[in-house]
């Protein structure tokens, strides 16, 4: 009896965690020291999505918002910078934002990144 209800709570976590992601679609963003790059992020409309600052070669320090979107918020809230379109919008939005750290050499460093977000009523 025990075996089956923690089978049924991992399937529950897994279907959950798949339904969140079916919201969401951020392809890897390459950034690079001290410049500017283009990213991209695909979210359903009013639906919440967002994009790990974390993932780089030395520490970082930091994030924060350049610009915000037009039809939608965008937060840095912790490691992640999360936005969420205007309920119905679909289209295109654009924000930017910029993250501190360090380089493998502890120098300091700025990643830029510009989003387009394309948001539509399904994935």
Not at 4 to 16: H, N, R
Not at 29 to 50: D, F, P
Request: overall charge positive; some cysteine; aromatic content about 4%.
């Amino acid at each position: 009896m025990l075996c089956c209800a923690v089978l049924c709570c991992v399937l529950t976590v897994a279907f959950s965690a798949a339904a969140s992601a079916e919201d969401c679609v951020v392809p890897s963003i390459r950034t690079l020291e001290n410049q500017t790059v283009q990213g991209h992020m695909y979210a359903k409309t009013g639906k919440r999505c967002s994009i790990s600052v974390l993932g780089s070669r030395g520490p970082m320090s930091g994030a924060r918002l350049l610009s915000s979107a037009v039809h939608g918020t965008v937060a840095v809230q912790g490691q992640h910078i999360v936005y969420r379109s205007s309920p119905g919008f679909v289209g295109e939005d654009h924000f930017s934002y910029e993250r501190h750290g360090a380089d493998a050499l502890n120098r300091p460093v700025t990643k830029g990144v510009e989003v387009t977000v394309h948001v539509s009523q399904q994935l």
